[in-house]
């Protein structure tokens, strides 16, 4: 990959990132949650406060160890790391054995990578994993909530990747605008699941069918 470029929305300008400071709880559990798509980055550092900014980062890749969980990997090891390192807000007997079989079969260890490239599970989207491990919406529908753009993310997970990064500038984020554009985006998505909902067949594929037929990482209906 070599030099890319990476922006982080915040309320604050950050050019020295820590290591290890981040919220563990976070999609990827701790690190330095960036994007290479310098709009989303904007809308992400618009969350109603009084000010934000973009941070911008050049990143050497060469020598890192990343996980792209948009190559040759299904949803379900992204739902996977999002059971290992989010918290669910809901009764542990209606989403547990979900969550615990998602764990045991598409589980990835991070330790080791640099970073992570992946999707961001934000309030809209992070519902929709929720009905899905709570066997509320199929996996298709699921698939369909994930929008072209993706909101995708690039996670700096070690003191490696982090000693990689330079800090280039920052830029003020016009609040106003971007918050808009955040909502906008937030609605689209929730749009897309609903529209999903109405695709669906009467032989859906559920979490529960998952769990029942020992569906295996390969199985072609969750690619």
């Not at 045991?104 to 992946?118: C, P």
């Not at 500038?169 to 808009?180: D, I, K, R």
Request: proline share 3%; charged share 25%; net charge neutral.
């Amino acid at each position: 990959m070599g030099e890319i470029f990476l922006y982080h929305g915040s309320a604050g300008i950050i050019k020295a990132p820590v290591y290890e400071k981040g919220n563990s709880f976070n999609d990827y559990g701790c690190g330095f949650y960036c994007t290479g798509d310098k709009e989303l980055a904007n809308e992400w550092a618009c969350t109603g406060g009084t000010a934000a900014f973009v941070n911008i980062y050049e990143l050497n890749t060469d020598g890192l160890r990343i996980l792209d969980l948009a190559s040759g990997y299904t949803l379900l090891y992204h739902i996977a790391l999002l059971a290992e390192y989010r918290r669910f807000r809901i009764p542990a007997s209606g989403i547990q054995s979900a969550v615990t079989w998602i764990k045991e079969h598409f589980r990835i260890e991070l330790t080791g990578y640099d970073a992570v490239a992946g999707f961001r599970a934000d309030d809209s989207y992070f519902s929709f994993v929720r009905a899905f491990l709570s066997n509320k919406a199929s996996f298709k529908q699921l698939k369909y909530s994930i929008l072209p753009d993706s909101c995708k993310q690039f996670v700096l997970k070690s003191k490696k990747a982090l000693e990689s990064l330079r800090f280039v500038s920052y830029e003020p984020v016009p609040m106003a605008e971007y918050y808009a554009k955040r909502k906008s985006r937030d609605e689209a998505a929730r749009i897309a699941f609903q529209a999903g909902s109405e695709k669906q067949e009467c032989n859906g594929l559920y979490i529960q069918d998952l769990i029942r037929e020992e569906v295996r990482p390969d199985d072609p209906r969750i690619q």
